[in-house]
C-alpha cells in the first residue's frame, strides 16, 4: 500500500516536508521528531492516523539518536529501567489510542504541548526528591511518559524533566531519551498491528517516511554546529505554541459542527 491510498496528493506533500522538518529538528537538537510531525500530521488527518503514519519514522530517527556520540552503552547501562517503566505506560497508552474518541486525545496532545513549552518554570518547583527515591521517581515518571507516548506520540515533557534533575551530561541524557523513544515506539507499532488489523496497511504505506526522516536527521546532525540551539529553541517554542492553538481550534471547530 501507498500513502496516496490514504491522503490526497498535496496533503502526502506537506507530509513528506513534515517529515524533513521533524528530521532536521530532531538532528539538531537530538529531540524533538514526534513532538513535531505527531501535531502537525494531526491538524491534517486525527491522532490516531498521525501516530500510524509516524511510528516507523520515529524508531528510526531514535535509533540513529542512541548509537551518536559514543558510549552509548554506558549511558544506557545506568537508565535501562526507565525505558522499561515507558513501555509498561506505552501499553496502556496505545489501548486509549485504539479506544478514546479523537477529540480528547487531541486536547491532551495540546496539553503536553503546552507542558514542554513551560517546562523551564516546571523545573523551578522543588524536585530533590527525585535524586532521594531515584527508583519510585523513575517509575513514576516513566510510566506517565508511556501513557503519553501511546496515546498521543509525546513523552518527552516528563522525562525531560526527571533526567535533568539527575543532572545527566548532554549525551547521556540525549542516549537516554531516544532509549525510552525506541522502546516506547517498538511496542506502540506491535501493539496497534496486533490490536488492530486496519494499522497494518497504514504503517506499510508510511514505510517511504523512513528514509525521508534518516536522511533529514543526518543533515540536521551536519547543520546542527552552524545554527544557533538558542535561536532554533525559540523559533522551535513559537511553532509549538501555535501548533497547540490550531490543535484546540480544530477540536471546537468539530465539537461546533458536530
Request: aromatic share 6%; charged share 10%.
Amino acid at each position: 500500500m501507498n500513502l496516496d491510498q490514504y491522503f490526497a496528493p498535496a496533503t502526502l506533500a506537506i507530509i513528506a516536508g513534515i517529515a524533513i522538518v521533524a528530521g532536521l529538528a530532531h538532528g539538531t537538537l537530538g529531540f524533538g521528531f514526534p513532538l513535531i510531525s505527531t501535531p502537525l500530521v494531526a491538524l491534517l488527518a486525527d491522532v490516531k492516523t498521525a501516530v500510524l503514519v509516524t511510528v516507523l519514522p520515529n524508531i528510526v530517527v531514535n535509533l540513529i539518536s542512541i548509537l551518536r556520540g559514543g558510549r552509548w552503552r554506558e549511558s544506557l547501562g545506568k537508565h535501562w529501567t526507565l525505558a522499561l517503566w515507558v513501555v509498561l505506560g506505552t501499553l496502556i497508552g496505545t489501548r486509549l489510542l485504539l479506544t478514546a474518541r479523537p477529540e480528547p486525545l487531541q486536547i491532551l496532545l495540546a496539553a503536553m504541548i503546552i507542558v514542554f513549552l513551560l517546562q523551564d518554570r516546571l523545573r523551578q518547583l522543588d524536585w530533590s526528591w527525585v535524586k532521594r527515591h531515584p527508583g519510585i521517581a523513575g517509575f513514576g515518571f516513566g510510566v506517565t511518559a508511556g501513557i503519553l507516548s501511546g496515546a498521543v506520540n509525546v513523552a518527552l515533557p516528563p522525562l525531560v524533566i526527571y533526567l535533568l534533575t539527575l543532572e545527566l551530561s548532554p549525551i547521556a541524557l540525549t542516549q537516554t531519551l531516544n532509549l525510552c523513544f525506541i522502546s516506547g515506539k517498538v511496542v506502540q507499532a506491535t501493539s496497534l498491528v496486533a490490536s488492530d488489523a486496519t494499522s497494518v496497511g497504514l504503517l506499510e504505506a508510511s514505510l517511504p517516511l523512513v528514509p525521508l526522516a534518516a536522511i533529514s536527521v543526518f543533515l540536521g546532525m551536519g547543520l546542527q554546529a552552524r545554527i544557533s540551539v538558542d535561536s532554533y529553541r525559540a523559533l522551535l517554542r513559537k511553532a509549538l505554541g501555535a501548533m497547540a492553538v490550531l490543535l484546540v481550534a480544530q477540536v471546537a471547530w468539530e465539537l461546533a459542527r458536530g
